[in-house]
């Protein structure tokens, strides 16, 4: 299949509401220009430095999603343009995109990386750990960052029951939050989970957001 029937397929078998996030990492310009001119326009890297290339080369309406593990000291290399930064895990981290945000006047979308698979290698928060992040006085102060939601990873598994456990559990959680939470700086409406082998999955267990990457452009010789 070529990106562009890979992009048609993933389209017609998800809700309108869903969105979705082609993940372009390791795939060279080229291959992005054929999703963009299959219509395609939010895209997701996991390396800072590889985004800003793209970005420096591609037409400025793509959304560019930042949802790799993140260092800090390289967050305003993409403080200008970055849309949305999926993988955040820490509260200094909201405190380096907010500081990196001010200097570009711009509010800057983040998603707080919940840890929902058994394996020791995934980054994220618990659940106790985001409940306290939200309810923390020093995140009112942080004006240039908005918390819209959370990202999951579930494990590296083809157990239907585990990954369904995994995505109705951060589900239940967000759900939860969401009533719970709304101020100035955290709204809670977006649900990131999913990836090429379990994204209907995911979005049968509260997913708004999916992050297909070899589906569209094929398999990664890394990462
Ligand atoms: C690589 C990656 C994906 C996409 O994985 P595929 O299995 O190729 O769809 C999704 N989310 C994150 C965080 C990734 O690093």
Redesign the pocket.
């Known amino acids: 299949m070529s990106i562009k029937e890979s992009l048609q397929k993933i389209k017609n078998s998800i809700p309108k509401n869903v969105t979705l996030v082609a993940?372009s990492?390791t795939k060279p310009v080229a291959d992005l220009q054929e999703a963009y001119s299959a219509g395609q326009r939010v895209f997701?890297e996991?390396k800072i430095q590889e985004m800003v290339e793209k970005f420096d080369v591609l037409p400025k309406d793509i959304k560019w999603h930042m949802?790799?593990h993140l260092q800090s000291n390289k967050v305003k290399y993409m403080a200008h343009f970055v849309d949305l930064i999926?993988?955040v895990d820490k509260f200094s981290t909201l405190k380096e995109i907010n500081k990196q945000a001010k200097k570009h006047d711009r509010i800057i979308h983040c998603l707080l990386q919940a840890k929902i698979a058994k394996e020791e290698t995934k980054f994220g928060l618990s659940f106790e750990d985001i409940e306290t992040i939200l309810a923390s006085e020093k995140l009112r102060e942080l004006k240039n960052i908005k918390i819209v939601g959370f990202m999951g990873?579930a494990t590296f598994t083809n157990n239907q029951e585990q990954l369904k456990k995994e995505f109705s559990s951060l589900n239940h959680f967000f759900e939860a939050q969401k009533l719970k939470t709304e101020t100035e700086n955290c709204q809670l409406n977006i649900l990131s989970m999913g990836?090429?082998?379990d994204y209907l999955l995911a979005i049968e267990n509260g997913s708004t957001m999916v992050?297909?990457?070899?589906?569209i452009f094929g398999s990664?010789n890394y990462?």
């Open positions: 993940v990492k997701g996991n949802i790799g999926h993988g990873m990836m090429s082998g992050r297909v990457g070899s589906f990664r990462n």
